[in-house]
Structure formats: C-alpha cells, structure tokens
C-alpha cells in the first residue's frame, strides 16, 4: 500500500511492483485515521509506503489494527529508525543484485486496489485485475 502524494519514488514503486505482479493498494495521504484503519484492514496491506508527513497518522492507524511497525518504508525523505525507498534502490546497486525477472501476471490476478475518501461513510475499494485477452 501507498500513503502519498504524488511523489517521484511512487511512480518507480508502482511500476516495480507491476513488473513483478504484485498487486498495489493506494490509499489516500488524505485519510483520517479511522478511514486509515478501515483501509488496513479492507486491502490487507503487507508494506506501506508512506511519506515522513503521514508516519505518525499511519503509525497510530497500524497499532489500532495490530499492523507490524517495522513494515512501513518511507518515500522521498529519510526518518530516524526507518527504511528509506531511496536507501533500498542505492543498496541494490551497492551490492550489484540482480534484477528480478518480470513475474508475468496471470488472468484476473489482482493489480490494483483503488480507496475513495470515504466522504460519505467509510471508504470503498475497486478491485482492478489484470485482464489477458489474446490478440488476433
């Protein structure tokens, strides 16, 4: 799951999550913290990606619902105790670790998780899938 703005680091996370297969939940860097508790729970996230900003909302949000603190990685900045986006991209190349090959996605594998605001009660989620249709 993503809880940002529109940053740089989120377009290079979302595009290596989809080279992968892994589906990506994006919830918004707007959510009050019960919509963010809700939301954890809804998507059943297993990382957050979230901005120095929104730590401290979503780390309020993650103790109500019982989500690993040590799970959370920090987009477009750096925070004392906390994995960095960035520092895991420069670690990769430090270590020269190989690319992992592109996991293809298989018919109605899930993509994408879409959260609205929740303006009129709690939030709702569109499922998207991955939908393969052969070309004639």
């Known amino acids: 799951a993503e809880?940002?703005?529109?940053f740089q680091d989120f377009i290079v996370l979302v595009?290596?999550?989809?080279?992968i297969a892994a589906p990506v939940a994006l919830?918004?860097?707007f959510a009050t913290p019960f919509e963010?508790?809700?939301?954890?729970r809804t998507?059943?996230?297993?990382?957050?990606?979230?901005?120095p900003d929104h730590l401290p909302g979503a780390l309020k949000a993650a103790k109500e619902v019982g989500f690993p603190e040590d799970r959370f990685y920090i987009?477009?900045?750096?925070?004392?105790?906390?994995?960095?986006?960035?520092?895991?991209i420069d670690d990769?190349?430090?270590?020269?670790?190989?690319?992992?090959?592109?996991?293809?996605?298989?018919?109605?594998?899930?993509?994408?998780?879409?959260?609205?605001?929740?303006t009129s009660g709690l939030p709702k989620g569109m499922w998207i899938v991955y939908h393969i249709s052969p070309v004639h």
Do not use: W, Y
């Open 27 to 29: 919830l918004s860097a």
């Open 92 to 118: 990769v190349r430090r270590n020269r670790i190989p690319r992992v090959p592109v996991r293809h996605a298989k018919h109605n594998d899930l993509l994408f998780i879409i959260m609205s605001s929740g």
């Open 43 to 51: 998507t059943k996230c297993s990382r957050i990606f979230v901005s």
């Open 15 to 19: 595009h290596s999550l989809i080279r």
């Open 75 to 88: 987009l477009e900045g750096h925070v004392q105790g906390r994995k960095a986006f960035g520092d895991m």
């Open 36 to 40: 963010l508790v809700h939301l954890m």
């Open 3 to 6: 809880l940002v703005p529109h």
